[in-house]
Every structure is written in structure tokens, then in C-alpha cells.
DNA sequence: CTACAACTTGAAGCGCGCTTCAACACAAGC
DNA sequence: GCTTGTGTTGAAGCGCGCTTCAAGTTGTAG
């Protein structure tokens, strides 16, 4: 068998046969050989599938890993611009994740007298 | 007008008054008096809408908002389980920022020889 | 009284990133 | 040849957290 077979591609790189449709579909993956009607693969693909992986992680939206994928060797405007966006997007992440880390060490503490006039008490007879 | 309407609250909280039914349909609310039909509001809904604002923020879905909020005055297991959870994946959230921070940083360069045998070379293609 | 804003409901829609389904074709092993 | 596994497609479904819609009722100002 020529090439890597769509399921073969999958177990390897550690995603679905759907997901990797899909990602052809949203054209982060070049349309591959085909044998019979087919998908054929060379290896290639898994380095391509890794990146994919790593901006996904990231935490990129489909349409952004695609100009990052087409841009990242010869980064442009349009990149850098997007770069730029998506680390001060992780610093707002960071900073929530630190603010929601206090709050939660704290129990969300309020300042208010004992039970009844707190928004606690209110929770309970909403939840109850 | 005895009690605040939703519209009123809605903007004093800065919700959408459909955000807020849907927190009453969700169990996050209690359900408010009623005058001619509509929903009269207590001030104290503005405490409890910042309790979930918070938590929202925190990254709690709806359903451990509502298990955080009955529990959060009188901690019990579950509620203890649920915020030993949260500050795993809220680590797990700042670790991962850290990591991308990292590979948006070194363009997430790969050590491949110029271009075309690169995955990017690949990527250009499907996208081109 | 007339407008018009704000409220009510249940149901449906949305955006994202896939997954699942139906219905079929082909491949590989016995 | 037959079975079983893997592939193909387009369309539909899912989960979340709301939002939007339709069609009606109520509140308020002039």
C-alpha cells in the first residue's frame, strides 16, 4: 500500500479519522494522493498534523491555525498581528487563572454578617 | 414598583435579561415574587448574580456554579471535591499558557532544513 | 385612548469543533 | 466468494451557555 491510509494517519497521530476529514474540509491539510478513492498519505502529514496539534493547543480557532500554518516561515503583517493578539490573550488567561485561584483559596468569601442577609442564604433557597 | 424588574436588574448587573431567566430555569436563581405576571427583584439578587458572575468567571459550568453556590457557606465533600478539581485544572489552564507563551515566542520554529522538506512547506500547499 | 417600552412563555437558533449517521464501495484475509 | 474492516460522502447531531424569535400581556407617558 502506497502511502498511509486515513485510519493508520489517525491512530499515529493520535486523532480520529473525523478529525482529520475535518481539518482537510477547513483546508488545514493539503488534499492527499488517492488510490481507489482513497486517502494516501506520506508521512509528512504527521509533522503537519503535530503543528496543527500544538496550535490547537494554544489555544488558535481553526481559521487562526490556518494563517498560522501558512504564514509561520515567512511571517507577515497578518501573523504578526495575530501573534501578537494571541499573547495578550494568554496574558488575560493567566491572569484570570491566578484571579480564579485566589477566589477559590478564599471560598469566595463575602464580608457579610452571619447567614441569612447573604446571597448565600438566597442560593440555598434557590438551590434547595 | 415594589422590587426591581429584570430589565433593571439586568443592567445593574450587566446582564442580559435572557441570561438571567436562564440562570432562574438553571436552578441558579430563585424563583422571584411576581407582580401581574413579572418578576420582582430583591437588591440582594445583585450580590448573588456577582457570586455567579465570579464563578462563571473562574471557569465553573453552570452546574458546579449551582453546586458551589449551596455549598459554599457550609463546605461539604462534594463541594470540597469540586474545588480541589477546580485548582487542578486551573493549574493545569496556567501550565498550558505557559507553554504556549513559550512556542508563540520561538515562532514554534522547528529544526527541519529550509523549507521544503518542512511541514510548513506542506501547509502552504493545503492552504495555498 | 394611544403608543410604545418592557415584560411573559416555550421553542428554536447559534458558534465552535468536531462526531455520528446512513448508505455505500473497496480491501484484505481465509 | 465471503466476511470483516476500513474507507467514502453529505448531512445531521452534540454540548455548552446563552440569545433570539414569535406571539402575546402589562406598565407608563403623553
Redesign the interface.
Known amino acids: 500500500m502506497r502511502g498511509l491510509a486515513i485510519g493508520e494517519v489517525g491512530r499515529r497521530a493520535g486523532l480520529a479519522t473525523s478529525a482529520i476529514r475535518y481539518y482537510e474540509r477547513a483546508?488545514?491539510?493539503?488534499k492527499p494522493a488517492r488510490a481507489s478513492g482513497q486517502r494516501r498519505y506520506e508521512p509528512?502529514?504527521l509533522?503537519?498534523l503535530?503543528?496543527i496539534r500544538?496550535?490547537r493547543?494554544?489555544?488558535f480557532t481553526i481559521s487562526e491555525t490556518?494563517i498560522?500554518?501558512?504564514g509561520?516561515?515567512k511571517?507577515s503583517a497578518r501573523w504578526q498581528a495575530l501573534?501578537q493578539r494571541?499573547?495578550a490573550e494568554?496574558?488575560a488567561?493567566?491572569a484570570?487563572?491566578?484571579?480564579?485561584?485566589a477566589?477559590?483559596k478564599s471560598?469566595?468569601r463575602?464580608g457579610?454578617a452571619e447567614?441569612d442577609?447573604?446571597?448565600?442564604a438566597?442560593?440555598?433557597?434557590?438551590?434547595?
Open positions: 483546508g488545514l491539510l493539503p509528512e502529514i509533522g503537519l503535530e503543528m500544538m496550535a493547543a494554544a489555544g490556518r498560522f500554518l501558512t509561520a516561515d511571517p501573534a494571541k499573547r494568554i496574558d488567561t493567566i484570570k487563572a491566578r484571579r480564579m485561584k477566589a477559590l471560598n469566595f463575602c457579610c447567614t442577609d447573604c446571597a448565600r438566597i442560593a440555598r433557597k434557590a438551590c434547595g
